[in-house]
């Protein structure tokens, strides 16, 4: 499979504890993008990565949740402290800018609970 | 803020009737534009996109429509068919950084 891997699929948590997200994206893209979906919404951005770099960061990205890509591959978003907020869908996608519109592809996402 | 919004949360046609499924903006800047099909359990999937400088992108039965003075972009299938039944999200970025999503239409064909 050559997609765009998340794991997990779900995370249930307790308020207060640490997650780790990890993403696989697409081998040949430099961009890794990771969003954050709530029910009746649409994906809203929290940070992407041109290869290792981290260039954009959302104000909804707190001081809470970090990103990393190490060696401009995978990545991980972690969520320090979680909060019952914090619940929501986590996509990551990845893409290749080739001339056009760039296209995101998109993973199945972590779905994230906390009680 | 809401740069990007889908006003109609669902919609339901007939098969191989017409889905017109509406989206508009407000960022001016805002120079691609594409559509995103989202079936349960799994991520968004890219359908089509339009540059600013088109009005009209067709890829067989889909076709997006884009009035850059109105700041209003449409997705048009034809004939829809039950296999289309999913949420469709808008979605538009400046110079391919920070693209915007809707909040999503839910299409439901019936056969």
């Known amino acids: 499979d050559t997609g765009v891997s998340q794991n997990p699929r779900h995370k249930i948590t307790k308020r207060g504890q640490n997650v780790t997200f990890r993403c696989d994206p697409i081998?040949?893209?430099?961009?890794l993008y990771w969003y954050r979906q709530t029910l009746g919404q649409g994906p809203e951005f929290l940070t992407y990565?041109?290869?290792?770099?981290?260039?954009?960061k959302s104000r909804l990205l707190s001081d809470r949740f970090s990103a990393e890509r190490p060696k401009g591959s995978f990545s991980t978003l972690e969520i320090q402290r979680t909060e019952q907020g914090d619940s929501a869908m986590y996509l990551c996608?990845?893409?290749?800018?080739?001339?056009?519109?760039?296209?995101?592809?998109f993973g199945s996402g972590t779905q994230l609970s906390v009680l | 803020d809401q740069q990007v919004k889908q006003n109609s949360p669902s919609l339901s046609v007939q098969e191989g009737r017409i889905s017109i499924l509406n989206c508009d903006y407000t960022?001016?800047?805002?120079?691609?534009f594409l559509w995103y099909k989202k079936y349960p359990a799994e991520g968004p999937t890219f359908l089509i996109s339009?540059?600013?400088?088109?009005d009209k992108n067709e890829d067989g039965r889909f076709t997006v429509f884009l009035n850059k003075s109105a700041k209003h972009l449409s997705l048009h299938i034809v004939p829809s068919q039950p296999g289309d039944s999913a949420v469709y999200f808008c979605?538009?970025?400046?110079?391919?950084?920070?693209?915007?999503f809707g909040a999503g239409t839910r299409l439901t064909v019936k056969p």
């Open positions: 960022n001016s800047m805002f120079d691609y």
């Open positions: 990565f041109q290869n290792e770099a981290q260039l954009e």
């Open positions: 996608a990845s893409s290749l800018i080739s001339g056009g519109a760039e296209k995101l592809f």
């Open positions: 081998s040949e893209h430099n961009r």
């Open positions: 979605a538009a970025s400046e110079s391919n950084n920070d693209m915007r």
């Open positions: 339009i540059s600013s400088i088109k």
